[in-house]
């Protein structure tokens, strides 16, 4: 094989190998991305977390969920924000939130929190902590969440009696 050929074969295996390599999907890279953020965000259990509502730290408890997922049911603290994910970094920097203040933020599961979080931190924001689960933890854990209809707790499905 002349030394044309094996040119042509290297540069297609490399070209290959890379493409097949590095290739990746959004759903890949977002992965990526809070997993790396989780190593420096530090997460609180729900147990932690009512600890604090109880003991009435000196905290901001800020929702990231959208407005159509607060309107279900929010975990009632007396010192609860709400600022959807795309909107937490103007927030921020327009002063509503003191880059000394603790921080615990939620979403739904834990993701939007963690990447919330993040944001703040890349600001300055020195004491953040994201919900680690989200609200669907907090539920799970057997804690109240409130809405326009009152208090509520969540009881397993088989619980219920419906569907049987």
Same mark, same amino acid.
């Given at each position: *094989?002349?030394?044309?050929?094996?040119?042509?074969?290297?540069?297609?295996?490399?070209?290959?190998? &890379?493409?097949?390599?590095?290739?990746?999907?959004?759903? $890949?890279?977002? $992965?990526?991305?809070?997993?790396?953020?989780?190593?420096?965000?530090? =997460?609180?259990?729900?147990?932690?977390?009512?600890?604090?509502?109880?003991?009435? =730290?000196?905290? /901001?408890?800020? $929702? /990231?969920?959208?407005?159509?997922?607060?309107?279900?049911?929010?975990?009632?603290?007396?010192?609860? *924000?709400?600022?959807?994910? @795309?909107?937490?970094?103007?927030?921020?920097?327009?002063?509503?939130?003191?880059?000394? =203040?603790?921080?615990? /933020?939620?979403?739904?599961?834990?993701?939007?929190?963690?990447?919330?979080?993040?944001?703040?931190?890349?600001?300055?924001?020195?004491? #953040?902590? &994201?919900?680690? @689960?989200?609200?669907?933890?907090?539920?799970?854990?057997?804690?109240? #969440?409130? &809405?326009?209809?009152?208090?509520?707790?969540?009881?397993?499905?088989?619980?219920?009696?419906?569907? &049987?």
């Amino acid at each position: *094989m002349n030394k044309y050929y094996q040119r042509i074969i290297t540069i297609l295996f490399f070209a290959v190998f &890379n493409f097949t390599a590095f290739a990746q999907t959004p759903a $890949d890279v977002l $992965d990526a991305k809070i997993e790396a953020t989780a190593k420096i965000i530090e =997460q609180i259990k729900p147990s932690e977390l009512i600890k604090m509502i109880k003991e009435k =730290q000196d905290f /901001v408890l800020i $929702d /990231v969920r959208e407005e159509n997922e607060v309107l279900a049911g929010k975990i009632e603290s007396s010192n609860y *924000m709400h600022s959807p994910r @795309g909107l937490i970094d103007i927030i921020a920097a327009k002063g509503s939130l003191k880059t000394e =203040q603790t921080i615990v /933020v939620y979403c739904k599961k834990g993701s939007r929190g963690l990447l919330a979080a993040a944001s703040l931190h890349e600001l300055g924001f020195k004491k #953040i902590y &994201n919900l680690k @689960g989200g609200i669907h933890a907090w539920m799970e854990d057997g804690y109240p #969440i409130t &809405n326009s209809l009152g208090t509520f707790k969540t009881v397993p499905y088989e619980l219920t009696g419906c569907g &049987n």
